[in-house]
């Protein structure tokens, strides 16, 4: 019950398109949601974060949808730039709780 | 401000080697320290961490081992290595309390031969 699914794997994506990472998680007590950008051979950083009193949280080109009663959170990457390129990692965590559980990972390619 | 340090930045060992990471945290106090996992291409699996000095909570049974012994630094050892652990070794800090954002170290890079 304290996993978080990550979709796709991978992701392939045109210079100015839109990339799209989903997450779904069975744990109706989490309450954070962030979301992380792990360039190779770094720490992963925190990109976006959103809790669950809000349906969609934007910064920038990035912004993160939350459907609370499909237990689903995506990130979308408006006008995707080759500097984008990077793993992304959805995580979770109910309040309280002293760890973050992390999804699988995307690794995202944006092709010039 | 807050920064994490961690070393080495790559290790190479042989099989059966002792293992010894460092990660200190400096400008907070009191931080939760993490150290996670990372195989190639796979994600991040929590393997340890601390609410204080000499306290550890292990998520993962292992061959793995952590150790407190200041506020700001968090040890990650092994006797024998094995095959298996390599990997990416990544530590992370947390403001005292309940967890929200952590904040990544810039990872060690361990190979074992």
């Known amino acids: 019950q304290q996993q978080v699914k990550q979709s796709p794997q991978s992701l392939i994506v045109q210079k100015g398109g839109i990339s799209i990472i989903n997450c779904a998680y069975e744990?109706?007590?989490?309450?954070?949601f962030p979301w992380y950008q792990q360039f190779p051979g770094k720490g992963p950083a925190l990109l976006i974060a959103?809790?669950?009193?809000?349906s969609e949280k934007k910064e920038g080109r990035f912004t993160i949808s939350f459907n609370k009663s499909a237990k689903q959170f995506s990130l979308h990457i408006m006008d995707s730039q080759p500097g984008d390129s990077a793993t992304y990692f959805c995580?979770?965590?109910?309040?309280?709780?002293?760890?973050?559980?992390f999804g699988s990972g995307t690794r995202l390619q944006v092709q010039p | 401000s807050q920064t994490i340090h961690q070393w080495p930045a790559t290790l190479v060992q042989p099989v059966g080697s002792p293992l010894s990471l460092e990660c200190t945290v400096e400008?907070?106090?009191?931080?939760?320290l993490y150290w996670y996992r990372q195989a190639a291409g796979r994600g991040l699996q929590l393997l340890f961490y601390?609410?204080?000095?000499?306290?550890i909570s292990s998520e993962v049974p292992q061959n793995l081992s952590a150790s407190r012994p200041q506020d700001r630094q968090f040890i990650l050892s092994s006797k024998k290595l094995l095959l298996s652990d390599s990997g990416f070794y990544l530590c992370?800090?947390?403001?005292?309390?309940?967890?929200?954002?952590?904040?990544f170290g810039p990872g060690t890079r361990l190979t074992v031969l």
């Open positions: 601390s609410v204080g000095i000499g306290q």
């Open positions: 400008g907070t106090s009191n931080p939760n």
């Open positions: 992370a800090w947390t403001p005292p309390g309940p967890v929200d954002t952590q904040y």
């Open positions: 744990n109706t007590a989490f309450d954070y």
């Open positions: 959103i809790r669950p009193d809000v």
């Open positions: 995580a979770a965590t109910e309040t309280g709780r002293r760890a973050l559980t």
